[in-house]
C-alpha cells in the first residue's frame, strides 16, 4: 500500500485546522461582556483619576479648550499640597483623624477581643439574653441612636473631647460578631492543655485567644480603620470646635459654597483625605475581603 | 509516684447518668488501661481525674489527700490529649516549657528541664521548630514532653494514639512502654483499642455504660471474664456466644442443648440451680477445622457451620459461617487462605468453654 493512499483514507475530522489553530473564535458575546466591564472599570476609576488629574496640573488646564486627561505637573500638584499643609489647619485635622481612628481601633480590638473571648468559650448567666440584645441593636439604624447618644456625650461633658469622638465607638457589634464566629473555633482541649499547665483566665485570653486571632484582629483593626476615617457625622455632631475637626469636617470646609477655593485646591484637599483608605485598601485588600466574607459565612 | 483511689464517684449531665458508683485503687507506679466503647464514660472518668470536669458524687485521693475541689494545675496531674492540644504559635521548646515559664521558673531551670524530656523522647533537634512543621508522632511525643515537664505525680492519656497510623501506632505503644519502664510513674491510659489495652496496661479497668465492668490484669480478663461484654469485648475477633437450655444438672456436670451446638455435656461443678438458659462462649481461636484438629482434643464440640465468608490474611484464615438455627460462629485455621468447600466441620476443645448466664453474668464452677 503507498503512502498517498494511507493519508487519502484519514478522517477529515482527525486532521487539524491551521486556521483555527492560530486564530481562537471570539463570540459576540464575548465582546459585550468585556465592553460592560470596561465601562465598569472606567466609572468606577475615573473620579479617583480626574481628581489625581485635576491636582497634578496648572489651574485649569484640564478643562481648557485643549482639555488633558492626565496630570501634565507634578509641581503645581506638590506645591497645592504644601500649601494646604503649611497654611490651613489641614494637618492637625489629619493627626486629630489619625488618633481618632487609633483610639477607637485599640478600644474595639480590646474590648471586642475580651468580650468574644467570654462569649465563644464559657457559659455564664444572661449569656444568651446579652448576646441577643448584642445583635438585636446592629438592626437598629444610626439615626435612631445618634441623638440620644449626642445628649449622653454632651451630659458627660465630652462635646469637642478626643473622649467624645472615641468612646461612643468602641462597642462594635459587628466586630463582636465577627470575633465570636472566630474564637469558636479555637480548639478546647487547647485551652484545657493551657488550663492544666497552669494558666488563669486572663492567661488564656492573652496567651491563647488574642495570638491565635491575629487574623482577625488584624482584619476587624482594617474595617474600624475604614469607617472611622470616613466618618462624618458624628465628628460634625460633637466636635464643631475647629479645633479638633477632623478630615472630614475640614473637607466638608473646603467643598462648601463659601470656601471661596479654586476647584483645584478643594480636589486637592479632597485627594489628600482619601490617600490614607486608598492607600490602604492597595495594601490590605485580600483581608478586607475575607473580613467581609468571614463575618458572614463563619458559622 | 503516687497512689489514686477514687471512691463512689458518680457523674450525671442533667439527667443522663455517665458515670455510676466507680470505686478503683490505683498503686503507685501502675499502668492502667481505662478501656471500653464510645460512651462508656472512661475519658470522662479521666476529666474528673484531672479537674477538667467536676464529679457529681464521690472523692478522688491521691497520696490519701482530697482533690475534688482543687484546681487542675494544682493537682499533681499532667494530661496528654488525643488531639495533642499544642499551642501553634509556640515552638516545640515553648510549648514543652510554658507550665514552668507560667510558675515563673527561672529560664535557666525551664531550659534545663525542656532538654532533659528532650532527650528522653528524642526531641533535641526539633525544640525550634512549631507544631505545623512537625508530623504526627513528633507532635504526640512534644505533648508527652510538655506533660514529663511538669515532673507530674500522676500521668493521663485521652486516646494519645487515636491520630497516628497503624504502624506509628505500635512504635508509639513501645516508646510509652519504654518511657514508663524508665519513669516509673502512675500513668493512666484511656482508649477505645483493646489490643492497646492489652499490650500497654498493667492493670486493665474494662467500662460499659458508666460502670466498671472488671478489673484486673489484661490476660486474666481475657481468659476468666467476668461477664458477656467483657468476654465479647476483649478479644479479637469477637468471642463467639451460642444459645442453649439446660437440660440436665448433675453434681459434676452439666448438659445443655441448643441449635447450633446440639447436646452437650460439659465438665462443671456445682452448677446453680434453677438457670433455665445459658450462652456458651468460644474464643475462634479455640475453634479449627476438624482436618486440623482431629485426635487433639478428648472432649470435644462439634459444630457444622455453613461457611459465609473467609478473612484470609496471610498467616491466618478466620472464616465465618452460620450454624443451623441460624447463629453466627467464626473459627480460625492456621492456613493463609483457605480453599475448601462451604460445608465446614469445626472442633472445639469444650475445656475452653465459658458459660454465662441470662444476664449475661458468668457462672464458673466452684474449685
Not at chain 2, 51 to 76: W, Y
Amino acid at each position: 500500500m503507498s503512502g498517498v493512499g494511507v493519508i487519502a483514507n484519514v478522517e477529515p475530522s482527525l486532521t487539524p485546522s491551521r486556521d483555527s489553530a492560530r486564530w481562537p473564535t471570539v463570540s459576540a458575546w464575548t465582546i459585550l461582556k468585556w465592553a460592560i466591564a470596561l465601562c465598569a472599570v472606567v466609572v468606577a476609576i475615573f473620579p479617583i483619576w480626574w481628581m489625581v488629574n485635576v491636582v497634578f496640573a496648572h489651574p485649569g488646564e484640564p478643562v481648557s479648550i485643549n482639555p488633558r486627561l492626565y496630570p501634565t505637573s507634578l509641581t503645581a500638584g506638590l506645591e497645592k499640597i504644601r500649601m494646604i499643609l503649611a497654611e490651613t489647619d489641614y494637618l492637625r485635622a489629619y493627626y486629630t483623624s489619625l488618633a481618632y481612628s487609633l483610639l477607637t481601633i485599640a478600644g474595639v480590638l480590646l474590648i471586642g477581643s475580651m468580650a468574644a473571648f467570654e462569649f465563644a468559650l464559657f457559659e455564664f448567666p444572661g449569656k444568651r439574653v446579652m448576646f441577643a440584645v448584642v445583635m438585636v441593636s446592629l438592626m437598629v439604624p444610626t439615626a435612631v441612636t445618634i441623638v440620644p447618644t449626642y445628649l449622653l456625650t454632651a451630659k458627660l461633658g465630652w462635646l469637642n473631647t478626643m473622649q467624645g469622638l472615641v468612646v461612643p465607638g468602641l462597642a462594635s457589634a459587628f466586630g463582636l460578631f465577627m470575633l465570636i464566629q472566630f474564637m469558636k473555633s479555637l480548639p478546647r482541649e487547647m485551652l484545657e492543655a493551657a488550663r492544666l499547665d497552669g494558666a488563669t483566665h486572663f492567661q488564656l485570653y492573652l496567651y491563647f485567644a488574642l495570638p491565635l486571632s491575629r487574623n482577625a484582629l488584624v482584619t476587624l483593626a482594617i474595617l474600624t480603620f475604614m469607617r472611622t476615617w470616613g466618618n462624618f457625622t458624628w465628628p460634625l455632631i460633637v466636635a464643631p470646635n475647629p479645633e479638633i475637626y477632623t478630615v472630614g469636617q475640614v473637607v466638608g470646609l473646603f467643598n462648601s459654597p463659601f470656601s471661596h477655593q479654586t476647584v483645584d485646591v478643594v480636589m486637592t484637599a479632597n485627594l489628600l483625605a482619601a490617600l490614607p483608605p486608598l492607600i490602604f485598601f492597595l495594601i490590605f485588600q485580600r483581608k478586607i475581603v475575607e473580613g467581609i466574607a468571614m463575618s458572614g459565612s463563619k458559622g | 509516684m503516687a497512689q489514686l483511689d477514687i471512691v463512689h464517684v458518680s457523674k450525671a449531665f442533667g439527667d443522663a447518668e455517665v458515670l455510676r458508683d466507680i470505686n478503683l485503687q490505683i498503686s503507685s507506679g501502675e499502668f492502667v488501661v481505662f478501656v471500653g466503647p464510645s460512651g462508656c464514660g472512661k475519658s470522662t472518668l479521666l476529666r474528673i481525674i484531672s479537674g477538667l470536669e467536676e464529679l457529681s458524687r464521690g472523692e478522688i485521693r491521691l497520696d490519701g489527700q482530697l482533690i475534688n475541689g482543687i484546681d487542675p494545675a494544682k493537682r499533681g496531674v499532667a494530661m496528654v490529649f488525643q488531639s495533642y492540644a499544642l499551642y501553634p504559635h509556640m515552638t516545640a521548646f515553648d510549648n514543652m516549657g510554658f507550665s514552668l515559664k507560667l510558675a515563673r521558673s527561672p529560664k535557666r531551670t525551664i531550659a534545663q528541664k525542656v532538654a532533659n524530656a528532650a532527650g528522653i523522647l528524642r526531641l533535641e533537634k526539633l525544640l525550634e521548630r512549631r507544631p505545623g512543621a512537625l508530623s504526627g508522632g513528633q507532635k504526640q511525643r512534644v505533648a508527652i514532653g510538655r506533660a514529663i515537664v511538669r515532673e507530674p505525680k500522676v500521668f493521663l492519656f485521652d486516646e494519645p494514639l487515636s491520630n497516628l497510623d497503624a504502624e506509628l501506632r505500635v512504635q508509639m505503644r513501645a516508646e510509652l512502654t519504654q518511657l514508663h519502664g524508665r519513669l516509673k510513674t502512675t500513668m493512666i491510659y484511656v482508649t477505645h483499642d483493646q489490643v492497646e489495652a492489652m499490650t500497654l496496661a498493667d492493670k486493665m479497668v474494662v467500662m460499659n455504660g458508666g460502670v466498671v465492668q472488671q478489673c484486673g490484669r489484661p490476660l486474666e480478663i481475657y481468659d476468666d471474664p467476668d461477664n458477656m461484654f467483657v468476654a465479647g469485648f476483649i478479644g479479637s475477633p469477637r468471642m463467639n456466644f451460642l444459645k442453649a437450655a439446660v437440660i440436665d444438672v448433675a453434681p459434676d456436670n452439666v448438659t445443655v442443648e441448643g441449635p447450633g451446638v446440639g447436646r452437650l455435656t460439659l465438665a462443671f461443678r456445682d452448677f446453680p440451680a434453677g438457670t433455665g438458659q445459658v450462652a456458651i462462649g468460644i474464643r475462634p481461636q479455640r475453634i479449627g477445622l476438624l482436618g486440623a484438629r482431629e485426635g487433639a482434643i478428648a472432649n470435644r464440640l462439634e459444630l457444622s457451620p455453613t461457611l459465609t465468608f473467609a478473612e484470609e490474611l496471610g498467616d491466618v484464615t478466620y472464616l465465618h459461617g452460620d450454624l443451623p438455627g441460624g447463629e453466627r460462629l467464626v473459627l480460625r485455621t492456621l492456613d493463609g487462605h483457605y480453599s475448601g468447600g462451604r460445608q465446614l466441620t469445626a472442633v472445639a476443645d469444650a475445656a475452653s468453654i465459658l458459660l454465662f448466664d441470662e444476664t449475661g453474668r458468668r457462672i464458673r464452677p466452684t474449685i
